[in-house]
């Protein structure tokens, strides 16, 4: 995987000033292709028809930045504009899915409780203020849990997340809820009522693929930011990137990361949570601003997934 370099100094309240300069993956998979688009199609087709695929399962939708996108700059990467997040999931809850706090379905798998089948869990990765301004109303108005994993190094930073990969974030006439990282008492804002969690998500987001001690040393970090800062103790975690291909969620990391005593360590690979999964290699859905409440009902169904194996099958078979 190609690796960039992104040379910026962030300041965070707790921690002080920091140099960073963090390898930032290119994530190529944020394209969305018109065979993509076709397959989710087709599934939410075959979602609509026959419901869900699987009977015993759930699923956790990821989301990023929440903003519109301004006019004459490139289009934001990984995000959902506030208007398409609504819709998204007030289609879900019409369509009779039910969100549900992560930290609830934790603690219904550790005690063998049944989660209805159309339960999912909605998460945001990094923690820009944009998942405060725009998501969080949005949140409230449709009563939809949600955890926001928060990277705690660039918390009160002026400057764009060193790992965002959009070209033009925290330059000149680019809005900063855009691009900014939450402040201090953005946070606060966000979990005062409970319906917003914020977890883990390392200090700095950088690169430990075959790294586990500094991982361990950085995470430990972010929990002591999380706790002394916010009061959060036990956090659930996400790794940054998070795809176990790219080692980016290696057994080395998710062992150290159990022994930090998370909830849980979520990757970014795109399948359900089934029964007997251990909660540090769940997956999650990322969601992008082609998704419909139709296609994110057939990715939480299952038919996505068995749509995208078969149309791999049917490819390979012609050579």
């Known amino acids: 995987m ?3 370099l992104d040379e910026s100094t962030s300041s965070n ?9 963090l ?3 290119l994530r190529m998979h944020q394209r969305i292709g018109l065979r993509q688009r076709a397959l989710r199609k087709i599934a939410a087709t075959f979602n609509s028809i ?7 399962a759930f699923g956790i ?3 990023h930045r929440i903003a519109n996108p301004p006019p004459g700059k490139p289009k934001p990467t990984w995000n959902v504009p506030p208007r398409l997040l609504e819709r998204q999931l007030a289609g879900l809850l019409r369509r009779g899915w039910q969100a549900w706090p992560l930290r609830q379905v934790i603690e219904c798998m550790e005690r063998d409780l049944p989660i209805p089948r159309k339960a999912f869990v909605v998460t945001f990765d990094d923690g820009y203020a944009n998942n405060l301004l725009h998501a969080y109303p949005i949140l409230t108005r449709l009563h939809v849990p949600a ?12 400057q764009a997340l060193p790992s965002d990969d959009w070209s033009v974030a925290g330059q000149p006439g680019v809005p900063t809820d855009t691009w900014r990282p939450l402040t201090t008492e953005e946070c606060r804002r966000l979990a005062a009522n409970g319906l917003v969690e914020l977890g883990a998500h390392t200090h700095t987001h950088a690169d430990f693929r075959g790294r586990p001690q500094a991982f361990a040393a950085d995470l ?3 929990l002591e930011v999380l706790r002394e800062t916010f009061g959060v103790e036990r956090p659930a975690f996400a790794f940054p990137y998070g795809r176990r291909h790219s ?9 150290a990361a159990r022994d930090a005593g998370v909830l849980c360590s979520l990757t970014t690979e795109a399948d359900l949570v089934r029964p007997g999964d251990s909660p540090f290699e769940w997956g999650r859905f990322n969601v992008d601003g082609y998704d419909s409440a139709r296609t994110l009902a057939a990715r939480l169904g299952g038919w996505y997934t068995a749509v995208r194996k078969l149309a791999r099958r049917g490819s390979a078979g012609r050579f």
């Not at 955890?147 to 190094?153: D, E, G, L, P, S």
């Open 247 to 255: 080692g980016f969620a290696s057994p080395e990391l998710t062992s």
């Open 220 to 222: 430990k970090q972010n």
């Open 147 to 158: 955890t926001v994993f928060v990277a705690t190094a660039y918390l009160d930073s002026k």
């Open 23 to 25: 390898p930032v993956p």
């Open 13 to 21: 309240s707790t921690t002080g000033a920091i140099s960073a300069a």
């Open 61 to 63: 939708l990821m989301y």
């Open 2 to 4: 190609t690796l960039v």
């Open 50 to 56: 026959f419901g869900p695929r699987e009977k015993q």
